[in-house]
């Protein structure tokens, strides 16, 4: 929460954050339901966006849970839910149609075609990794049907933004 007011403070039009579930930082220091719906809060008081990530893949046996959070996510007010799971894209969109959706640094989406299969499944914006070059990025820029986003810091991938494997 303090990092949230320092944001808040500095300017930031948007925080992204982690609950403590379905993130992939999900034992750091993050967010309760409870806290989330705080933070949107005081966010939206100040005219700031928030962004909850839920860059997991996702197990069958987890789904239930999953679609519960989402709810809550709903329900709390959050601008939107960063997703990587394209599974977890469709079933958000089916249960939750209003609930708007990003395609996570993860997805690994770095091809403008595929934008408008993610567009029918719910997606409004996708977040490209930091791999693609400038030329790559106005290609995507100019042929994609969604907003995009570039995903510039974070923890230095070995290999792609999100894919850490090695």
């Given amino acids: 929460m303090d990092a949230l007011r320092a944001a808040i403070a500095n300017g930031a039009n948007?925080?992204?954050l982690g609950g403590k579930q379905f993130?992939?930082?999900?034992f750091a220091d993050n967010f309760t339901i409870e806290e989330i719906s705080q933070a949107v809060e005081?966010?939206?008081?100040?005219?700031?966006?928030?962004?909850?990530?839920?860059?997991?893949?996702?197990?069958?046996k987890e789904m239930m849970a999953m679609l519960f959070y989402g709810a809550e996510l709903y329900r709390a007010g959050v601008d939107a839910v960063i997703v990587q799971d394209l599974g977890?894209?469709?079933?958000l969109h089916q249960a939750l149609?209003?609930?708007?959706?990003?395609?996570?640094?993860?997805?690994?989406?770095?091809?403008?075609?595929l934008t408008p299969l993610l567009r029918d499944l719910g997606v409004e914006r996708v977040i490209l990794p930091?791999?693609?070059s400038f030329a790559d990025l106005r290609q995507f820029q100019d042929r994609s049907v969604l907003e995009a986003e570039v995903f510039v810091h974070g923890a230095l991938c070995v290999c792609?933004?999100?894919q850490c494997l090695f």
């Avoid at 993130?23 to 999900?26: K, L, P, T, Y």
């Avoid at 005081?42 to 069958?60: E, M």
């Avoid at 977890?88 to 079933?91: A, E, H, K, S, T």
């Fill in 23 to 26: 993130s992939a930082r999900a």
């Fill in 42 to 60: 005081l966010a939206h008081f100040h005219g700031v966006r928030v962004y909850v990530a839920v860059n997991t893949l996702v197990a069958d």
């Fill in 14 to 16: 948007a925080v992204y």
């Fill in 160 to 162: 792609y933004s999100g």
């Fill in 88 to 91: 977890l894209v469709r079933l």
């Fill in 97 to 113: 149609p209003d609930l708007p959706l990003h395609a996570s640094t993860q997805m690994t989406v770095m091809n403008p075609d």
């Fill in 130 to 132: 930091r791999e693609l």
